[in-house]
């Protein structure tokens, strides 16, 4: 059991790893082509590009390493399974439904208030600051802030999904019950969001997390869960941004 649960959480790092080197190449390579430089200058030859250029190839980054995440899980289902890798990602409904759509309209309603009252709380015990002076950065034009949009809203939790309550939530379900298999994915889900500001992001996505498992486990589908995370997402972002 123990080797299984490592391997899990090395099946994330794997795919989080390699959409991200594909990302950073693909972003390298292209932007530095489309500017007419030699990606491959060394980094004590390379002219500097400006602090707009480089505000949009982080961006770049971003959305490609969601794409990029996306294709390798779907490619990798399609492989494994053929032509039932739907149902491996749970994009098909193996199983009847179990729960009702006006219960799951009631969690999608009230959820953006408990999710924004536990981050809130989470940030004050961990003496961080939540959506205090935040704001985008001066560097993205409209289209960029749009394409920021759509990558937070749709294409993150899709492609985060995908991976967590879809290719890991599979693996996680044949060799374990429903309740441990919604912890394990919430566990990793969570540790997948460890950066240097320590554990309060981490501990603020928790219940968001275990909400997420719950959802694929009683719709028996993966679209529930997409839905919710970007709607979690526009929900946070409007409450930070929002002038006041």
Same mark, same amino acid.
């Given at each position: 059991m123990a080797l299984h649960l490592l391997g899990l959480a090395a099946l994330v790092l794997l795919y989080l @790893? #390699? #959409? /991200?080197l594909m990302a950073l190449a693909a972003v390298r390579v292209g932007a530095d082509l489309l500017a007419g430089i030699d990606p491959f200058l060394p980094p004590s030859r390379r002219?500097?590009?400006g602090a707009? #250029? +480089? #505000?949009r190839r982080e961006l770049a980054v971003d959305i490609l390493r969601q794409v990029f995440l996306a294709a %390798? =899980? %779907?490619a990798t289902a399609a492989w494994r399974d053929g032509r039932s890798w739907r149902n491996r990602l749970a994009l098909d409904r193996a199983e009847p439904n179990g729960m009702r759509a006006r219960n799951l309209l009631l969690v999608l309603l009230l959820w953006p208030v408990l999710h924004i009252a536990w981050v809130s709380l989470t940030a004050d015990l961990f003496g961080t600051s939540f959506g205090q002076g935040t &704001? +985008? /950065?001066p560097l993205l034009t409209p289209g960029a802030v749009a394409a920021w949009l759509a990558y937070v809203v749709v294409l993150a939790p899709a492609a985060e999904e995908l991976l967590m309550r879809g290719e890991v939530f599979c693996r996680a379900r044949a060799v374990l019950g429903p309740l441990a298999t919604? %912890?394990?994915t919430a566990l990793l889900f969570c540790a997948a969001h460890v950066t240097g500001w320590g554990l309060a992001r981490p501990v603020s996505l928790l219940p968001l997390a275990l909400t =997420? @498992?719950?959802l &694929?486990? &009683?719709t028996g589908r993966l679209w529930p869960c997409i839905a919710l995370h970007g709607w979690s997402n526009l929900a946070l972002i409007a409450y930070v941004l929002w002038p006041g």
């Open positions: @790893g #390699a #959409a /991200s002219p500097f590009v707009m #250029a +480089l #505000a %390798l =899980l %779907l &704001r +985008l /950065s919604i %912890l394990v =997420l @498992g719950a &694929r486990w &009683r």
